[in-house]
């Protein structure tokens, strides 16, 4: 038995390369999937001048090929994979810093503020928008993306900018169809913004942030239209 320089062991067959031995324990199995993801994303942060595929992904790793389709049927499966360890640490992030968050419309603005900035970063890094499941492969053509998200992380985010959303409602908007619509709004004005050019050499443009500042403030301001005087 040898070590690769990953640390994995290989187990020697007769006519055949060197592979990992098979992980057997859904702990083991967890570890290699991490590590398949961990190196696809090493990979897309390296900004290769070609595609990547998921043998470079395996070799990257310390795997035989073969071993990367035992966990992914093909590469944009992979590359969901990473996107959806990245909004779930994003998600980690919303949660932790906003858990006591006291001023309703102060929390909103600022949370519509990460998720802009999270959207950039992910675009610069990547390539790819992982807070809206879109992004371009490394060849530069556009990669078809589920109409529906169903990520548990994907979950997360949205329940909370549910939450962030309803505690500057009105009362009476506190229906379903009127906070879901409003969770829309919300998030198309992030996925606007962040499409938007960071200036103009034809007039003194404003960068993206800024306008998202200016719309958050003006939903919040729709949303809180029926609030009775008293509030």
């Given amino acids: 038995m040898e070590r690769n320089a990953k640390g994995h062991q290989d187990i020697l067959v007769a006519g055949t390369t060197a592979s990992p031995s098979r992980a057997r324990s859904a702990e083991a199995k967890d570890h290699v999937r991490q590590a398949l993801i961990d190196a696809g994303r090493h990979l897309l942060l390296a900004k290769p001048s070609g595609p990547i595929s998921l043998r470079g992904i395996a070799r990257h790793a310390g795997y035989s090929s073969g071993v990367v389709y035992r966990y992914f049927a093909d590469r944009d499966s992979l590359f969901l994979a990473i996107r959806d360890s990245e909004l779930a640490n994003f998600a980690d992030r919303l949660e932790m810093e906003f858990a006591t968050y006291d001023d309703a419309e102060k929390r909103l603005?600022?949370?519509?503020?990460?998720?802009?900035?999270?959207?950039?970063?992910?675009?610069?890094?990547?390539?790819?928008?992982?807070?809206?499941?879109?992004?371009?492969?490394?060849?530069?053509?556009?990669n078809g993306a589920p109409i529906r998200d169903t990520a548990p992380a994907a979950a997360r985010i949205h329940a909370f900018f549910e939450q962030a959303v309803s505690s500057v409602m009105a009362p009476s908007?506190?229906?379903?169809?009127?906070?879901?619509?409003?969770?829309?709004?919300?998030?198309?004005?992030?996925?606007?913004?962040?499409?938007?050019?960071?200036?103009?050499?034809?007039?003194?443009?404003?960068?993206?942030?800024?306008?998202?500042?200016?719309?958050?403030?003006?939903?919040?301001?729709?949303?809180q239209a029926t609030w009775e005087p008293t509030h």
């Fill in 109 to 142: 603005i600022a949370v519509a503020d990460r998720a802009f900035d999270f959207s950039r970063d992910q675009i610069a890094a990547f390539g790819m928008n992982s807070l809206f499941l879109f992004w371009f492969d490394t060849a530069g053509t556009q």
């Fill in 173 to 223: 908007s506190h229906q379903n169809s009127n906070i879901q619509s409003a969770v829309g709004a919300l998030m198309a004005s992030i996925s606007g913004a962040v499409l938007l050019p960071r200036g103009s050499d034809h007039d003194d443009f404003p960068d993206g942030c800024i306008i998202l500042r200016d719309i958050v403030e003006a939903l919040i301001c729709r949303w």
